[in-house]
């Protein structure tokens, strides 16, 4: 049966991270954001909470919470700024749970644990310079000299560059091969030739840090392949099915916040005579906000609902990241609308949502790929299959494991 109530656990965690916004992030944000200035403190506090690993398994360091739970964590931190929700997307839906999914236990107990605890940060270097949605385009390369791989070549558009500690990097290990010759490496920020660059000038996500990963002869040892070899686009398309689904939620928060701040506004604001919320104009972009929020919210629970089944979920995830980024988008668009002047300042923090909601729209997968995803599902051309190593259900199982 369905049943749209979310749990008292998540209405407690709902309850938590909405706090933790107002008290640690609202009041600072439009500082940061002007500064272009990454708060890492946010990140120990979300350990502190336990939000760094809510919906990895307590034996691998995480809270054992379901994957709705991760989805209303991303909701409400998005509510106050899409650096901190992308940040959580790249640490537990791109890297943690992709080690949960394809990592060996000795992968896991070095280092999930210690990025489920919040010790550790992860990343996820996959895109290049000249290789985007080609995933195949990419130029970096890792060849096996005795027991190390060596890696060389370049990363860009990487959250977390600076601040990750832990890296998925994808790289050929047989071009000839193409998407069956990249592999996935865990690289570590402490290997000699590796080296990052933040990205300055960005459009949005200012508070957030972006930017490039360097690989300059970086030996990586055998055991930080994850994987086989030849697996690595299959397991990157895998972390993107929860990455996206991530994306999708934060995009429901930032609805969320639009629709806040325009309610507030509305009922502020004056003209010919009454308050703007009583012009039917003005009304037609608060409904649309509504229904964007509320269609988005429940294509993530959906995904979220197969995620705990262990089902497959690409084409539902999908969906609901192109939708609700779009939705967001347009949401945003319409926040400063209604903002009128006022919206085009950072008195207001509109603004910023509109600039932060594109980047959503064109990471983890454009909108072009996501609809022509969607296209190539109606007419058959594409169809998902129960993966090798899927990503575990929810409840977990309990699983030895090794201890320290
Ligand atoms: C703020 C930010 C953070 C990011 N963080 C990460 C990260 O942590 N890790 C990571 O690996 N990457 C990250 N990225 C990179 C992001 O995933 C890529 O930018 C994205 O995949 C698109 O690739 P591209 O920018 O090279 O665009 P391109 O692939 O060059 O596309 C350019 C345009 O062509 C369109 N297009 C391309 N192919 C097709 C097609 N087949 N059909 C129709 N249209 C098409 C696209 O939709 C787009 O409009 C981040 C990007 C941003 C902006």
Redesign the pocket.
Known sequence: MLNFNLSDEQVAVQKMVKEFVDNEINPYIRDWDEKGHFESSILRRLADLGLMGVCIPEQYGGSGMDYNTLAIVCEELERGDTAFR?AVS?HTG?NSLTLLQWGTEEQKHKFLVPQAKGEKVG?????EPN????VAAMQTSAVLDGDHYILNGQ??????CDVADHFLVFAYTDKSQKHHGISAFIVERTMPGFSSKAIKG?L??RA?N?GELFFDNVRVPKENLLGKEGEGFKIAMSALDNGRFTVAAGAVGQIRACIEESLKYCHERKTFGKEIGKHQLVQQMLAKMEAGYQMSRLLVFRAGCLKNEGKRNTRETSLAKWQACDFANEAANDAVQIHGAYGFSNEYPVERFLRNSK?PV????????HT?MQAEYLLGYREDKQLSNPLPAWPFEQKETIKN
């Open positions: 992308t790249v791109l990343a996820f270097g996959l895109t290789a985007g949605s080609d990363k860009t558009w990487i959250s977390l960005k949005g996500i957030g972006t980047a064109i990471y983890e997968g454009t909108r072009e790929i022509v």
